[in-house]
């Protein structure tokens, strides 16, 4: 029997993560095997736990890339019960797809986390696929920084520099449509 998929997606400072560290909760208060992994280039708060914003983490493994996380880990089932995947924006769409659909062709339930935009609107790649691939579809709205109403966008502070910039309130601050820009 294939797994199930949930995707858990916003913009920054939505609670994503608080949203996926409450389901790790659930899943070990039920005795679940659980696998969190992360990818290695969001280091931070830590390099070895997810962590919140407001400080609230969990163990994880640091993934450099799929190939050696193979090597780490073997997903079958039982072994593994649920794989959770945090800041999936940042980890490779072909090679997440393809691992992605192998575990939960063998049974393991997935639930993945991250952003659906970057900071000038634009889609991930890698969320959106999940997204299309998912049987639950979680969307968490932040607050706007400037007034106060549902934010659905990610405002960059600082103009300009590579699509990928790791940050926190340092670079980013949740924005209404109203009130948010590309940058």
């Not at 994503?16 to 992360?38: M, Y």
């Not at 997204?131 to 502070?157: H, M």
């Amino acid at each position: 029997m294939r797994g199930n998929l949930e995707t858990i997606v916003g913009a920054m400072f939505a609670g994503k993560t608080s949203e996926l560290l409450k389901r790790i909760l659930w899943a070990k208060h039920q005795n679940k095997k659980i696998i969190v992994i992360k990818p290695s280039i969001d280091n931070r708060y830590s390099e070895k736990k997810i962590i919140t914003h407001n400080d609230l983490s969990h163990e994880c493994y640091s993934m450099t890339n799929w190939k050696e996380t193979l090597q780490d880990f073997q997903f079958k089932k039982e072994l593994v019960d649920v794989l959770f995947l945090d800041e999936i924006q940042f980890m490779h769409t072909e090679e997440t797809i393809l691992n992605v659909e192998k575990i939960l062709s063998s049974g393991i339930d997935v639930v993945c986390a991250g952003l659906d935009q970057d900071s000038r609107g634009k889609p991930w790649e890698t969320s959106s696929m999940m997204l299309g691939l998912s049987d639950k579809i979680i969307k968490i709205y932040g607050f706007c920084n400037v007034c106060g109403v549902e934010a659905t966008k990610t405002y960059r502070k600082e103009e300009g520099g590579q699509r990928t910039r790791v940050g926190a309130a340092n670079i980013y601050e949740p924005r209404c449509l109203k009130h948010w820009e590309p940058r």
